[in-house]
């Protein structure tokens, strides 16, 4: 068999397919962990404001680079949260939330001036996070206490 070019390339791309698709037994620990999201770990982590009381609570994105303004929150349940962009980013995703919370983020593309508002009733941690133009990930984490209005 002749090896030209073109077979070359089709045996490399089907070498790194197969190399792809074998992975590993799951025991690389440098693999991704979820983020430990009690109030503690929450507060070693980022720079946590108490907002408890405030409503709505402002969360600035973007504002000097790739951050949130806070970066940490402690809220009270069902505060409305506004996401309000000074800069530009991709999507607002969650990255660990409370097994209740369906809160699933935004899609696209938000510039300076977009808002986006939600209410958090779910209690616990939450860490979220975006990307700016270059694909550079920042995170920020919020901690939703009972409000006590049902005690």
Do not use: K, N, Q
């Not at 074998?22 to 108490?50: F, H, K, Q």
Request: charged content about 35%.
């Amino acid at each position: 068999m002749e090896w030209t070019r073109r077979r070359a390339i089709y045996a490399t791309a089907a070498a790194c397919t197969l190399a792809g698709c074998l992975g590993d037994d799951g025991d690389d620990e440098s693999e991704l962990e979820e983020p430990d999201t009690d109030i503690d770990s929450l507060r070693e982590e980022y720079d946590v404001a108490d907002r408890t009381g405030d409503d709505p609570v402002e969360i600035a994105v973007d504002p000097d680079g790739a951050r949130f303004d806070p970066d940490g929150l402690e809220i009270d349940a069902s505060t409305t949260l506004r996401w309000a962009w000074e800069g530009s980013s991709e999507d607002l995703y969650p990255i660990a939330i409370p097994d209740e919370c369906t809160w699933e983020g935004t899609d696209g593309e938000r510039t300076a001036g977009d808002e986006y508002d939600r209410v958090f009733w779910a209690e616990g941690g939450y860490v979220y996070g975006s990307r700016d133009g270059d694909g550079e990930e920042f995170t920020g984490a919020l901690f939703v206490h009972d409000d006590g209005e049902d005690e």
